[in-house]
T-cell receptor, first 110, second 114 residues
Framework: GENVEQHPSTLSVQEGDSAVIKCTYSDSASNYFPWYKQELGKRPQLIIDIRSNVGEKKDQRIAVTLNKTAKHFSLHITETQPEDSAVYFCAASNNNDMRFGAGTRLTVKP | NAGVTQTPKFQVLKTGQSMTLQCAQDMNHEYMSWYRQDPGMGLRLIHYSVGAGITDQGEVPNGYNVSRSTTEDFPLRLLSAAPSQTSVYFC?????????????FGSGTQLSVL
């Protein structure tokens, strides 16, 4: 089955700086790559996603890039704010089976 | 519009007991799934369903059963609880018909097995 690795496991940035989280996947048949944000004690919530026929997608301060050849994708958050502090999960899916990375705990210091 | 509703929110079991975690969605989603979340391990897929009457195994199915008799409900059964099943369980359904995309998660069930 699919195996998703996520780095780093923790990330601390100063408010206003950028944050980058990277993931690799193993199954070349995976075609959908979402990112979820989970605040403490809450449910994961989808923040952005990308399909395999697209190389980059942006939504305000967040963007995701995908390199199918290298089987890796990244989340970029610009102008970070304290409310961006949370655990972020990447995932990869081949239609019905979605596998998640282990998560990155992002802390944005004011 | 309640979204995805999970019950109970908290549960404590003794080793060997059985129980059912309930999950219901009112969005007419075809795809539903169950994940467990353990510290440092992300979310691991237990079982999923692409529609009523159809279920399949995910990454960690052992010790769990599911059924999908209606579009709305997708209960997860623990047959004989073990301490290794102590975890937070999330049910999710999908906006995207027929397959896992844009998952919408329930609020979770925190399960402790003593």
């Amino acid at each position: 089955g699919e195996n998703v690795e996520q780095h780093p496991s923790t990330l601390s940035v100063q408010e206003g700086d950028s944050a980058v989280i990277k993931c690799t996947y193993s199954d070349s048949a995976s075609n959908y790559f979402p990112w979820y944000k989970q605040e403490l004690g809450k449910r994961p919530q989808l923040i952005i996603d990308i399909r395999s026929n697209v190389g980059e997608k942006k939504d305000q301060r967040i963007a995701v890039t995908l390199n199918k050849t290298a089987k890796h994708f990244s989340l970029h958050i610009t102008e970070t704010q304290p409310e961006d502090s949370a655990v972020y999960f990447c995932a990869a899916s081949n239609n019905n089976d979605m596998r998640f990375g282990a998560g990155t705990r992002l802390t944005v210091k004011p | 519009n309640a979204g995805v509703t999970q019950t109970p929110k908290f549960q404590v079991l003794k080793t060997g007991q059985s129980m059912t975690l309930q999950c219901a969605q009112d969005m007419n989603h075809e795809y539903m799934s169950w994940y467990r979340q353990d510290p440092g391990m992300g979310l691991r897929l237990i079982h999923y369903s692409v529609g009523a009457g159809i279920t399949d195994q995910g990454e960690v199915p052992n010790g769990y059963n599911v059924s999908r008799s209606t579009t709305e409900d997708f209960p997860l059964r623990l047959l004989s609880a073990a301490p290794s099943q102590t975890s937070v369980y999330f049910c999710a359904s999908s906006y995207s018909e027929g397959h896992a995309a844009k998952l919408f998660f329930g609020s979770g069930t925190q399960l402790s097995v003593l």
